[in-house]
């Protein structure tokens, strides 16, 4: 191996970041209506979790009490919010969880700026196109033929972009992320580390007593506005396509089996899994370790509660839990229900001693 | 960054393919029996999901209704079918879902152009062994020292083989899979993209209140025909081997422990957990999101359904549920009997009722 | 694609090792106080695997009586034991499974020979901190802009490290694994083939009927002595960090949501999943498949059985399982009360039954 110089160069670490309150308050179009404009924040934090220099913020009204107890500073709270303390700043804005975002931003660490080109290492198939000008592709990233990358697209370091898939606009593909042949994304996809779009779909036919693989010959759609979880599979269809409705949301380490249509601003918890065929309606909500058998449809607004298990249609809207899924106050029961069991026996045993004392007694 | 120029090649859309009845019933070696010769099919899907000129086939005689129901043109149907439609093509073929499977790949996008050979930005050790006319090595695909790649097998880009791995003939390693050092495959072995095979068992002594890392110093073994999802990690053993059997087909995002070791031609279906040491026998099924403990025997043709957990060695062929899982019958009704403790609240209560009643006309 | 020329080199089979007792019992500091000095060993494995010629251990007390049964030729036990066999090498030593792992190592294929500095195909950003002569950084390895590599680290080909992510000394990064930016890497931190850490946490506000991206802004912090295994996804904190405490050890497919903090030496089995912002204390246990719901406190020396799923705080250290989590008595009765469901109902109906027959003869 060649060793290379590395240029050793000073650590930059950056001054710690300070912002008075008045300028909070401009920074989330706010009105501080307590506290001193002058005085600084230079940290935030949730409201169990801050200290004193921190700003908070109290988007949840189940967490209102903490508004008297917590170390922050200063809190952003929403217009119409009573029941105030009295020793902190206290700024209203109409959406204090969104308005906490900005203050993130502020204090985030720098991004990376963005490179526009392709790294010289990166390996563009001759046929592939991309406007060089307009795309940020990173190193030793892969392009494979017939590919097709949308203005303002990013692909980062590794990624891998296979033959004819093609990518709307404004696509970040994460590092060593894959999108395999033909498959389709939309505008403003995100695709996170590790997650594999369009393997092969699971599919056998058994023969002479071996399970001979079924051709899967079909792609993966996904539409505008959707983010894929680090280390998530979509398979491809078998024929036909694997589709993911616009502006759904897929956590990490989840599965989409083949043929899975998902409708539109789904929400998928990690390490659920959906088998084959299986299609969603809109608004479909999956807690963590869900898992949906393959072949049922599941309606508009279905949320499915961590670790349930589908085995059936699910045709009304609404809240379901447990294995197999039932609605939620019925399924809650069905997970407390063998908590009774030892009242029971205990009442029947005292039943039973009752009524032998009774026989006893009308046999004498 | 620098500026690459990339051609932009104009796009070749597909001209839409459309096959006869008669070129079909060619294409599936089977019979036309209704219908009319020179009409022609255009597309294909599900019985449930054809639309007009679309071939559709009946391959499961649970879904026999639905040739009634289904808007297809065409139906790819068993010999000995009866009660048919009156208004659709028919064929008649030994085996409709391998039929269908024909008809797909006729249908399919066209596949990427095979490229023999070693890509120029691939890294192959200077003592791995492998023909570059008989196997194609794609772009950043590394290949360290001492492995050995079979003839015909295709790594794809930016797959990784380690120190002294070993191919057998006709694999595939999709894009950024990762083989690990002395890890073995047999003959066509299919690993998709994102799988890691041959990481670290997870092993620890607990000694001096801290976790020691016991060593990983045996390999995976994957016998031939097996097939491997995207995102599954099979770990390497302690010592000797974790030993996959021929025929296997595991699905994605799959937990292999160290030193597991599966009989031939099972079937693991996304999101099953197998813990260290457990071996299965031949032909065992496991749903989706099973998990099984560390140091068990499951026999062969064992089936587990999806979400079940094992604790214990399961020493008969045959279907299993549940947690901790039990033969199927009485598997479900482990799952169904909670749901009968409302009714028998109520009958004892009622029982309870009664009795006093008896008690006070007995006490008068 | 360009041929290129790969030498045929012949294979170097390894000579099979064996070992005398005698060096057996000086290789593991041990003593042998039965059987031949000069006999050899040739293999080695567990009491229940091991064949003729193979050296096994028993650290176990659980497995003692297979120290009558095994096959093996030498077995290494601790220095109290008794009810010894008389057919057998013994060895005495203080610890039979960290002096098992001595001889692992001796039987162990040569472990591939660490190439110091960097591969000339990896891409080092100019502004990247590391020494060449004292790092190895594989094949197609990535390390963007003001990201610092502490000495000792191997980063192993196709890893990515993101802008300004730090390494401490001694870590191992493996073949494809992913650092994003800004996270902080302890020294002696193992990541394994195709973990990411760093990803964006999942979360979003819904807004205007779609489901609006809450920047990820934070880093992941990882300490001393950390393990995390293959496929394994870490999320980047909201704000501020999710926190690995030293010494913990994560197994494969394990999610770990953004902001959790887990406490020191931790144990996290495979397909195990922790949401957002929950707290683990330290010297906690996840069996495999676990889940935990976001925001919660999980006491120190906390144990969940694997399967278990946990909605509410566990404030006291112990074992738990079942779903929702119980501690561990109560836990696995919940498991087996519906099994007395039937029995329940045969008894109440016999009791309704006599008492039938009673009011019946009553009313006479």
Redesign the interface.
């Known amino acids: ?9 000073p ?1 930059k670490p950056m001054p710690p970041p300070v912002l008075t309150h008045q300028s909070l308050a401009k920074l989330v179009s706010g009105t501080l209506i307590q506290g001193d404009a002058d005085s600084t924040i230079s940290g ?3 409201l169990s ?1 801050a200290v004193a220099g921190d700003v908070s913020f109290l988007g949840n009204p189940r967490y209102a009490a903490q508004i008297k107890t917590t170390k922050a500073t200063a809190i952003l709270i929403t217009q119409s919010l009573t029941d105030l303390p009295h020793d902190k700043a206290l700024i209203r804005v109409d ?1 204090p ?2 308005a906490f ?1 900005t203050v ?2 502020w ?3 720098p ?2 700026p963005l ?7 990166a ?2 198939a ?8 307009k795309v ?1 592709v ?3 990233a ?1 392009i ?3 590919a ?1 990358i949308g203005d303002g697209s990013i692909i ?3 990624a ?1 972009i ?3 898939a093609k990518l709307g606009n404004d696509c970040v593909i ?3 992320a ?1 999108i ?3 498959c389709l994304l939309g505008h403003r996809v ?1 695709i ?5 779009i369009g ?2 779909g ?1 599919g ?2 058994l ?1 002479n ?7 899967q ?3 993966v759609q996904i539409d505008d ?1 959707v ?1 894929v ?5 979509i ?1 491809r269809a ?3 396509r694997t589709h993911i409705g616009s ?1 759904t ?1 897929i ?3 989840v ?1 989409i ?1 083949h043929n899975v249509v998902t409708g539109k ?1 789904c ?1 998928l ?3 659920t ?1 959906i ?1 084959g ?1 299986t299609r969603l309606g809109n608004y479909v909500v999956m807690g ?2 869900v ?1 949906v ?1 393959g072949h049922l449809q599941i309606a508009d607004q279905v949320t499915l509660l ?2 349930s ?1 589908v085995t059936k249609n699910l045709a009304a809207p609404g809240a379901y839990t447990g ?2 899924a039932k609605p939620l106050i019925e399924g809650r ?3 407390t ?6 009242e ?2 205990e ?2 045993k005292e ?2 001693r ?2 032998a004392a ?2 006893g ?2 046999a004498e």
Chains 1, 2, 3 share one sequence.
């Open positions: 191996m060649a060793a290379v110089s590395i240029s050793p160069l650590f935030l934090n949730s979790e959406n969880t969104l975002s993130i931003k204090f985030a660490p991004a990376r490179m526009i080109g392709v790294h010289p290492s390996i563009i001759s046929s592939a196109r991309l406007d060089p000008s940020s990173g190193p030793h892969v494979e033929d017939e097709v980062h370091a590794g891998y296979g033959y004819a994460h590092a060593n894959v395999k042949e033909h995100i996170h580390s590790g997650a594999v393997s092969d699971f056998y036919e023969a007593g071996r399970h001979q693989k079924i051709e010959l079909g792609i506005d983010e979880g680090s280390c998530t599979s398979d078998r024929f036909g502006g949301k956590d990490n380490l599965q089996g601003n929400i918890v990690s390490q899994g088998s065929s963590g370790q898992g058998a961590a670790k298990g294995y197999p029961k069905m997970l229900y063998p908590g009774r069991v030892p029971l026996l009442r029947v039943l039973e009752k009524l009774i026989n007694k009308t």
